[in-house]
């Protein structure tokens, strides 16, 4: 059953897949990351037209990688920055691009709210098990010689990717605490929509009082799910390239699910339903956000987010058998 | 005389200059780029220490400028992005940087306050004489016939620098209103130390109810005077590498000034005294402040920051003889 009290508040986290800024096969140009980006922020509009309260978070990775890249490729004439910087310039960029067509986008439905992007590191634990094993590709890929190199001199961990070459993995450490958590929570209680916690946030290992950068890539999914929960968020809602999560996916017996219970959701994961790089961490986020709290997580495609939202499109996810036959 | 309500708040800008961040001859490593914001924060603690309200805003003039080159040299894999898009991620770059290290700061002298980095659009008007006059160099040096090409191709503006080579150089229009200023106000008053404005602010130029980035630098001291005005500060403060304003400068007669009024400010102005690429911006900045009804602008160097927001170092500006009499 539906708490009262939360749905009066409907506050929605969106966490927004990379494709959401920049597509497969697109070369990520300013005017098609800005195209996609407003695609994006007109759905994110209706949400806020319909009366939620909207937090929006994104990933990162095609333009992390991008940064990577030209990082390694002027590298003899401007130091290459390490990834947490990376992270941090990527989250003004899209922070930038999300607030420009999100007030644009608003501004056409007649509506006046702020919008503002704030820089979000998130906490891990330096004893993360992830940082004894990297499995997180990033950046570009290179022969055997300058990676076997960077191994060498700089301590970093790479594999090699069949036919592909070598790319460097970093690892992908649990999100603990987002650090400017109480900041967030301001603006959000100010009424303004907030951008934050871009790419799963900042990773920063703590240091006595002190917050130090590491070079790692926190899921954003599993980000966004942190940043529901502290948030007090009524719906955690994942949009990506896919309309409904499936089980036996791709294969003949496939069947898409509506709504489930996160013990159903337990029981597929351990089936090994869904993927580690694609669906796996979505439907763990949402697992986490259900039991950690939250009423509802939503995994939805970005043009049936509305829909999905009032509960007629999408997978849902909820805690129990009852809230499963009640509807949303 | 101090108007009691302001001095009550004591809300400080301060302005930063790229020294801050990245000193001359400095590569732009990762660790000289943290050790100078590092000892920047330091001294902006102090002034929390003290009881001031500070908020924070800074130049990204070598940060866009490496970004830059680095979008050149990889322009062949990555499309190039726009400059507004690199002031964009110079923002979250530098942000996170001086969050990071002025949490660190704060923490070591037992305060705790919300950091906080706002990404920033500053509108500027499409009609600023800059736009038919760009001056502003930017970006890496390069021959003739590679900036004769950029001209003929993208209609851009490139201009000879004796003997360093050709160098692109874009309109430095006057900023005339923040776009986050509600956003930014809210968070001051929540009582978080707010970075925001970075680079002047991200040039946007409105056309309708929209916002639309373009290719310009706003000068920083004058969109942190913006900025000052626009949250009501009692002093507006830019930190720089000179320990006073000087007329006559580096000739026999040079003459640092410790309290000026606007009308000699002006007057000095006049004659010439100040570089346009250098102090001229930022005695402009203050100039703008007080005759927009700030009580008082300082420029002072970063070492003597808190003497000089005690009114015994740098050089403080107020409007009238009476006020310059009174002391601060």
């Not at 607030?99 to 906490?123: E, F």
């Not at 920063?204 to 790692?216: D, L, P, Q, S, T």
């Not at 791709?250 to 699910?257: H, N």
């Amino acid at each position: 059953m539906a708490d009262p009290h939360r749905d009066h508040v409907r506050t929605i986290v969106v966490a927004l897949g990379g494709n959401a800024i920049l597509q497969p096969g697109q070369a990520g140009t300013a005017e098609e990351q800005l195209a996609n980006v407003d695609r994006t922020c007109r759905q994110i509009a209706k949400m806020i037209e319909a009366g939620y309260r909207v937090v929006v978070t994104h990933g990162n990775g095609p333009q992390v990688g991008n940064l990577l890249i030209q990082n390694a490729e002027a590298a003899k004439v401007v130091p290459a920055l390490p990834m947490d910087m990376c992270g941090a310039e990527s989250q003004g960029l899209i922070g930038y691009m999300m607030q420009n067509r999100l007030q644009a986008a608003l501004a056409d439905l007649g509506l006046t709210r702020p919008v503002v992007t704030i820089v979000t590191q998130t906490v891990v634990s330096a004893g993360d098990p992830s940082f004894q094993k990297p499995t997180k590709p990033v950046g570009p890929f290179y022969t055997e010689v300058k990676a076997k190199k960077a191994m060498a001199e700089k301590g970093e961990t790479w594999i090699e990717d069949a036919g592909r070459g070598w790319r460097r993995v970093v690892p992908s450490p649990d999100p603990v605490r987002i650090v400017e958590e109480p900041a967030i929570k301001t603006m959000i209680e100010a009424g303004a929509v907030v951008i934050c916690v871009g790419g799963g946030g900042i990773p920063v290992v703590e240091e006595g009082a002190h917050y130090r950068g590491v070079e790692a890539v926190i899921d954003k999914d599993l980000g966004g799910a942190r940043l529901a929960l502290n948030v007090g968020a009524d719906t955690f809602m994942i949009l990506t390239d896919v309309r409904k999560v499936a089980i036996n996916y791709k294969s003949p017996q496939q069947v898409d699910l509506n709504r489930l219970t996160i013990e159903e959701l337990r029981r597929y994961q351990a089936e090994g339903h869904f993927r580690a790089g694609s669906m796996g961490p979505k439907v763990e986020a949402c697992r986490r956000f259900v039991a950690g709290g939250g009423r509802r997580a939503v995994i939805a495609s970005l043009e049936e987010a509305l829909q999905a939202l009032d509960g007629e499109a999408g997978t849902q996810i909820v805690e129990t058998i009852e809230a499963k036959l009640a509807g949303s």
